[in-house]
């Protein structure tokens, strides 16, 4: 007996090892995620704001718990704790009427199973402590003895485990019914408990604004899921964005991504490296929407942060803090750490100390951003905060105009560059955008007005296909200042179009990567 005991806590300790590992490497950035989408203030209403909903308990100490996400490895650590204790407590469940290697099993099948619903974005962490809830309370249910105790004990039960747990009350229910039938024989104990239990999310749905199958289910979001590594790199381009570490977006954003979010991400960190132009035709470019993100009603929390790293790189605050208000609405429960930080900076830059005081307020009462608020309140800034604002400052447009949508951009940024001619991001951006868009009308006259510099490589090239429309000599080509090789590269791209009829096969390995391949033959789906 001692060394099956031995057995199953070490095979226990494995499983919580393995869990680990799982959840920090693979999944790090999944947990960082979710830590941007929770804030947890130490105050009474946040407090009291737990009792509108059933599983108080859990709720309560799942997001007491998802604050210490911020603090890498912290995520994985609480994550694997909770499972080995989810495992630990059904092992102690399953002795009850099975051997102990059977209990082991069932103990490593919920860490499995539960493991698994964890990898789903909105999944909630108050969903695991509902299931352990509910199987401690059965727990303390079994040391009950008699009839009539188990009939009180089981009926105070259904009521405790569903308040405090939530969809946990099943779990209580469910092995508490199994114990009072067999062995106890307590047919009617059983039945009178599991209609309580059927009964009472249905009776409080109203009471809690819940509709039928929410009440059934709360806090718990799914049945099922399993890992999404394509999700896990996009999760991870994102916090890489927040983090302004851009050779590891660019690491992430392969080139077999062929998605609209991954060239945001990465069009933005070559940006930011102040190599856009330089990088662009190197990956897929989905047109205008590998640089900007339409906000509209199909926008999600993720898309509206993406769209809100953008513009505020960019400089528009008021963009900005649109994407950055509908993430906020989108987000779990309407509440974001990271875009209340946004919004914070986004007043600051602003000067509007009165807004910005808000958002700090709310982030001095949580544990990780307190430091964070306080560094930055009007009055007690730092040093590098002050010098940072002032730079960030000389990026606002001097007027606003009306936009007709998210995507009505090439105004955005002229406005940008009106304010600001040494914004080379919303110039590089603004000419970029163009061609993307394949509109080099637009391209030549906004690059006339704001691009003062010899042309880069992605820059000459557009300018050589104006210059054949036109029909333009070879002194006007040589005042671009382009260098000769171009010309050079652009003879043989025209000879090889010609003699093979236009066939992109033979022009895509030398080619591939200009500008005049993607202006012939990329297609607008």
């Known amino acids: 007996m001692k060394n099956i005991t031995i057995f199953t806590w070490g095979l226990i300790l494995l499983c919580g090892l393995a869990c680990f590992g799982f959840f920090q490497l693979a999944y790090s950035y999944h947990l960082l995620y979710r830590e941007q989408t929770s804030l947890f203030t130490y105050t009474l209403l946040q407090l009291l704001s737990y009792i509108e909903k059933p599983a108080v308990l859990s709720c309560l100490s799942g997001d007491f718990l998802l604050q210490f996400f911020h603090y890498n490895g912290a995520g994985a650590a609480i994550i694997t704790s909770l499972l080995l204790l989810l495992g630990g407590t059904g092992y102690w469940v399953f002795r009850v009427w099975v051997k102990p290697w059977i209990a082991l099993v069932g103990g490593v099948i919920m860490i499995g199973w539960e493991g698994a619903r964890l990898c789903s974005l909105t999944y909630p962490l108050s969903s695991t402590v509902s299931l352990i809830g509910g199987l401690f309370l059965f727990l303390l249910f079994k040391q009950l003895r008699g009839k009539r105790a188990l009939l009180c004990g089981g009926m105070v039960g259904v009521v405790l485990s569903y308040v405090l747990f939530g969809y946990g009350v099943f779990v209580f229910l469910f092995f508490a019914c199994l114990l009072v039938v067999a062995p106890m024989k307590q047919y009617l104990v059983a039945g009178l408990m599991l209609v309580a239990g059927i009964a009472l999310p249905a009776c409080l749905s109203n009471t809690y604004l819940l509709t039928l199958p929410q009440a059934y289910q709360y806090p718990a979001t799914e049945w099922w899921s399993k890992p999404d590594l394509m999700h896990e790199r996009l999760l991870g381009m994102n916090i890489e964005l927040h983090a302004a570490n851009w050779e590891k977006v660019i690491q992430l954003a392969q080139p077999d991504m062929r998605m609209s979010l991954t060239s945001v991400c990465s069009n933005l960190a070559h940006a930011m490296q102040g190599d856009l132009s330089g990088r662009l035709m190197n990956q897929y470019q989905p047109a205008g929407l590998g640089l900007f993100i339409p906000i509209d009603e199909s926008s999600t929390y993720f898309s509206t942060q993406l769209a809100n790293e953008v513009w505020f790189h960019l400089g528009d ?209």
């Open 317 to 525: 605050m008021t963009m900005a803090e649109h994407a950055a208000m509908l993430s906020m609405i989108f987000s779990p429960q309407h509440k974001g750490a990271r875009m209340v930080q946004r919004l914070a900076e986004i007043n600051l830059i602003n000067g509007d100390e009165v807004a910005a005081k808000k958002y700090l307020k709310i982030l001095s009462r949580t544990l990780a951003y307190k430091q964070w608020a306080k560094d930055r309140m009007p009055g007690e800034q730092t040093s590098e905060v002050k010098q940072w604002l002032n730079w960030k400052r000389t990026f606002l447009p001097e007027k606003d105009t009306l936009r007709v949508s998210s995507l009505d951009v090439a105004k955005s940024l002229r406005l940008l560059l009106e304010a600001n001619a040494e914004n080379r991001m919303a110039r590089d951006y603004l000419l970029c955008f163009h061609l993307l868009m394949k509109d080099l009308p637009a391209f030549t006259k906004d690059y006339q007005q704001f691009y003062h510099e010899k042309p880069s490589r992605l820059y000459a090239e557009a300018l050589l296909i104006q210059l054949m429309k036109k029909q333009a000599t070879g002194e006007e080509v040589k005042k671009t200042g382009m260098s000769p090789e171009v010309v050079i590269d652009f003879n043989e791209y025209n000879r090889l179009h010609n003699q093979f009829g236009g066939h992109p096969d033979a022009l895509s390995g030398q080619f591939g990567k200009t500008y005049w391949f993607y202006y012939h033959y990329a297609q607008f789906q």
